[in-house]
Structures are given as structure tokens and as C-alpha cells.
């Protein structure tokens, strides 16, 4: 539970990168012991979330351009390899799910409901290829670049997702233009990354 607020904040801008995370104020916050925010924040570690530097303990992770573009190019791989193997297999349960998802997008005011959909959008296109290791891999990918996520949907989307970002890619699915549709999505996709390393540039 702590690991998962911790996320949240840092997902959603509360917490800024580079800020220390201090144990006793988590636990006094959380009304706990030591022991549960040490595991906490050993799994938030492993998530890629924060860094751990001898003598001077945790903070939120500083996410450069360079990294993120490095992590964006694995992400686009595994992104391809789902949805190329997702996309034959989608029913009209997924296109439902899909366009009720890129709906909820269009009509909310909320930024960050808009990210979690956004997010959300890539888990439902990816999870139908059966691959749960490399769908778990992307996913887990997509969730350490949240913070700059959200921050690309804000300055460069002025808090709306184009309707057409994901609307086209259903449309193709639905028509069964299948190469079209994953073409359509992996183009989007690097449309998005160049923006968010553009923004990441700037703060240099």
C-alpha cells in the first residue's frame, strides 16, 4: 500500500524528481514501523522509480533524455511485438473496452484521469497477444515514464489527447487492416516519444 501511494504521487506530479525520500516521515505519515517502508521503497527500486545513493539514501528518480529514449526504443520493440500478435485477437469486448477508453479521453477535464487512460488504452491494446512476461515488461515500462507522460499530454496536448491519436488505430482493427493499424499505432508512438524527449531536452 505504500509502495502503491508513493507511486501515485510521484506518477502524478506530487512528488518531484530528485526529491529525498526520508523513512521516518513515510513511516510517521503511514502510521507504520521502518520495516514495510524499507520494503516499500526496495520495490519501488526495482520498478525503476526512485535511486538509492550511499550516505544519502532514496529519491525520485531524475529521468534523463538520453534514458528515456533508451527505455522508449525497448518499449517501442516489445510495443510492435504485442500488438502484431494483440491486434488479430481482439473481440468486440477489446473494441468496447478501447472505445469506451478513447470516450472517457475525450470527455475528461481531469489530467490526471486523462494519463491513467492513456496508460490504460496501452494495456487493453497489448494484453490480448498472450504474452504475459514481454505484455508485463512494456507495462512496467510505460508506468516508469508516467511522470513525463503526463507532463507531454499537459504542454504539448494542453491536457487533451487528440481523439484521432487512438480513434484511427480501433477504426483500422475494426476493418481488419491489421499492418495499417499497428503502423498507425508505432507512428503515434514515436510522434509521443520525440515530444517527451523534446520536453525533457528543454529542462537542460
Known amino acids: ?97 478501447l472505445i469506451s477508453i478513447v470516450d472517457e479521453m475525450n470527455n475528461s477535464t481531469e489530467l490526471d484521469k486523462t494519463v491513467s487512460l492513456f496508460v490504460e488504452f496501452s494495456e487493453v491494446a497489448f494484453a490480448p497477444a498472450g504474452l504475459d512476461y514481454t505484455y508485463n515488461l512494456a507495462i512496467q515500462l510505460v508506468r516508469m515514464n508516467t511522470p513525463i507522460l503526463r507532463r507531454m499530454i499537459k504542454e504539448t496536448f494542453n491536457g487533451k489527447v487528440p481523439e484521432d491519436l487512438h480513434r484511427v488505430f480501433i477504426d483500422l482493427c475494426q476493418k481488419k487492416q491489421y499492418q495499417k493499424a499497428v503502423e498507425n499505432y508505432m507512428g503515434n508512438f514515436d510522434k509521443v516519444t520525440k515530444s517527451m524527449v523534446s520536453i525533457l531536452g528543454e529542462k537542460k
Open 1 to 97: 500500500k505504500i509502495a502503491d501511494a508513493i507511486r501515485m504521487d510521484i506518477n502524478y506530479g506530487r512528488l518531484e524528481p530528485g526529491k529525498k525520500l526520508i523513512e521516518r516521515e513515510i513511516a510517521e505519515k503511514y502510521k507504520t514501523s521502518h520495516v514495510p517502508v524499507r520494503e516499500a521503497l526496495r520495490i519501488l527500486e526495482g520498478e525503476g522509480f526512485i535511486v538509492h545513493e550511499k550516505f544519502s539514501g532514496y529519491s525520485i528518480k531524475v529521468v534523463k533524455a538520453e534514458e528515456m529514449l533508451e527505455s522508449f526504443n525497448i518499449l517501442r520493440f516489445l510495443a510492435n511485438e504485442l500488438l502484431k500478435r494483440a491486434v488479430h485477437r481482439y473481440t468486440e469486448i477489446t473494441f468496447f473496452h
